[in-house]
């Protein structure tokens, strides 16, 4: 009995022991596993020591849960400061219960959008990141922002030094109301006339004029202080289909994706640019899953993007709530795969608090490993480090509230974007005084009056009496046979088209009965100035 109880007091001695060693073990491997961790701060933030020591504090003081809310920017809107709305109700739960790391803000005014931002960021414990789209100035969200004309436009200049400028001009006007990260330039080629949502929010249909003139917008946006986002990753310019709509595919060989749609990004890369947009569309050359959105592709953003390209910056999926995505997955199923995929802000989702809740509950059932939502935290905190010191020390609204700055600079843009295509019988430069009997007959489609009367009293400022008729898609025959015999008479005819074009509404065609009526008047031999 005695030699029993020896015998189990040794053996248990010996699991004790080995159980130590064995316990032992894993803390060093533990220890050895988190030594070889890669712990990386985005060059493109220029963080030192200190700023590095920040961002350490600020990720250790969160909780799992707070540091997936990190990741997460809802929407808002800037129209109201009321504070029993329902729209402060629900920014003040993201911001003060669910934690959310920014917001994505969409329309309003200068004023309310800024004192919004001020309210917001008192409730926040870190500061929040707050971006927009202001692709061509401030006026695309605000109804008394400043609007530059588009990147086709500016393209038209031929001179980057403008791209520079009006990047530069956006960021300064973003910081001053508190806006951080501009969601432009669009980096995407016109390269399909029929694109229904690129046009001309693109460059051009040359991809060495888009990626020069979007790399000057993101030297300018960086100098005003304003994180740029490159988008749409990989390309969402040779496509028929609108991604808000449903799922593009882009179905061209890898040599000539790496050629054309992703030579703009891998310049942009090159350049600096601190933030990138992945577009919902599909690639087949660039992932074997011919079905799945690159905006959720392991392949496209971690395998390309992240480790082929070498970015190390912000990547933030397109809006969540697109139905490129909404029609194929679920809220929270599409927010653990664009985790998954390598995304470090989730943008717009249709429920921020589902989508909170997925992904914290996919690290504690080890779906997702905690560093990696610790490497997307990370960037986020070095991003608004970077941020906090380039705060700016001017408020460029400060004269007065109905002041809009740089709009000199949008003026001169879009004078120098004027395209002279044909000048075969040498009209121009035009000399006044050689024509007497002028004309101008005018096609407007679904633009206002103001503009076409602001025309007219331009060149009767420079021809005196100036006959003005104008059509439209409802004029008749008598009325394109009353322009006709005004034409007819006359010495010269101004023939403009005013037409705004839309990003939604893919190629712009001219009115065919205005077409016939154009060239009705050239078989004439009239000296003729047609223009859009």
Known sequence: MKINNKYNSFLLWGIIVISFVHLSMITHSNKNKSKNIRVYYPEVFHLNETDKEWVENKLKSMTTKEKVAQMIMPWVMGKDRSTDTLERVRIRKLITELKVGGFAYFQGDINNERQGIIDMQVMSKIPLLIASDF?????MRLTDGNTFPYNMAIAATGDTSLAYNMGKAIAREARAIGVHQNFAPVVDINDNPDNPVIGIRSFSNKKDMVSKFANAFINGASVGGVISTAKHFPGHGNTIIDSHIDLP???????????NELFPFIKAIKRGVQSIMIGHLNFPALQKDTLLPSSLSHEVITNLLKNKLGFKGLIVTDAMRMQALTKYYSVAEAAIM???AGNDIILMSPDPEIVINAISNSVFANEISLERINESVRKILSAKRWIIKTEPRWDIFQNSNTYIPH??????????????LKNKRKIIPIKPRKYRRVVSIVFSYSIAKDSVLTFNKLISKKFGSVKTVVLNKKSRRRDYSKAYNYARKSQLIFLPYFMRAQSNEGTQKLYKKYIKFIFRLTNQKRRVLAFI
């Open 135 to 139: 692709e061509n100035g401030l006026g």
């Open 249 to 259: 595919k882009i179905d061209k060989s890898e040599k000539y994706l790496y050629k």
């Open 338 to 340: 664009a985790v998954n």
């Open 407 to 420: 709009k000199k600079l949008a003026q001169i843009i879009a004078d120098r974007s004027i395209t002279l």
